[in-house]
């Protein structure tokens, strides 16, 4: 297997682990996660809200994995 395979296995496995986790208030963890995606693509200059923001913390990230799964689905699609 590649290297790039491997890299998307993971990220799937993460995916499939983040939507099993729901249940278990992974809000949480996702809203913290939408947070480091902003932070990590504006190099720090801008910042979510802790409390205030949480339901757009969650969607970025919602919108981050969504990415990440079609990536995953079209770069395996191309690998196979």
């Avoid at 913290?32 to 757009?56: H, I, K, M, P, Y």
């Amino acid at each position: 297997m590649t290297f790039t395979t491997v890299v998307l296995a993971v990220l799937g496995a993460l995916l499939v682990g983040a939507y099993a986790l729901w249940d278990l208030g992974a809000e949480r963890l996702l809203a913290s996660f939408g947070r480091f995606v902003l932070r990590a693509f504006t190099f720090g200059r801008a910042a979510v809200a802790s409390d205030s923001s949480e339901s757009q913390a969650i969607g970025i990230a919602t919108a981050t994995l969504l990415v990440i799964f079609i990536l995953f689905l079209i770069i395996t699609s191309c690998v196979h």
